[in-house]
C-alpha cells in the first residue's frame, strides 16, 4: 500500500478476550464492558479496521484514516484465523469448508466464497486467553487455520457450526502481510503505515 498521509495514524492490536472491537457505547448494557480506548490512549477519530467479536481475540487494525479502512476491509486483503474447534476435525468438513458453506447472515441463506484452510499439526503458539476453554476431558478438540477475503459478522464461528464443528476459540492471526508473531494481549503498536 502507498504511504499514507503523514498526519494519519495507524495501530497494531493484539485485541483479548472479552473487549468489544469500539472506544464507548450508548447501550446501557453494554457500559460495564471493557473498550479499546482501556488499551491505550488512541488519538481521536481512531477507528477500528473491522471488527472482532467480544469472545474472540487476535489481530485488529485501527487507524484515523477512511481509505486506508476502506482498503483494508475491502475483499482484496486476508485475514487469517485460528479456530479451536470441538472435535477432531473431518477431511471432508475442511473440504466443505474450503469450497464453501451455507450461513445465516442478517436472516438470508449466505453461501461463503472458496477459501483456504487446513488443520494444524500443532496447537499453535498463542497469548493465555483470560477465560479458560474446557480442556480434553470434555473431548478432543483440534486446530484450523482459515484464510478469508470476505468478513461477514461471526462468519467462522458459523462456517465451522455449519460442518458440525463448533469454535471454541478465535484468534485472528494475520491480516494481509501483518502477522501478530510474539504480541501478547492486549499489545498495542503504533506503525507509520500498514504494509499489507
Known sequence: MEASKTNQRHFIIFKPYGYLSQ???????????KFLGSLHD?????MAIGRLDEPSEGLLLLTTDGKT???I???????????QVDGIISKEAILKLITGVDITVDGLVYKTKPCNVFMLNAIPDLPERAKKIRDDRHGPTSWVSITLKEGKFR???????????PTLRLVRVRVGGIQAHTMQAGDVVEVFEFEV
Not at 73 to 83: D, H, I, L, R, T
Not at 155 to 165: C, E, L, N, P, Y
Open 23 to 33: 472506544f464507548a457505547s450508548n447501550d446501557s448494557k453494554q457500559q460495564s464492558k
Open 42 to 46: 488512541f488519538p481521536e477519530g481512531t
Open 69 to 71: 479502512s476502506a482498503h
Open 73 to 83: 476491509n475491502s475483499q482484496k486483503v486476508e485475514k487469517e484465523y485460528y479456530a
Open 155 to 165: 462468519q467462522v464461528r458459523k462456517m465451522t457450526s455449519a460442518v458440525g464443528f
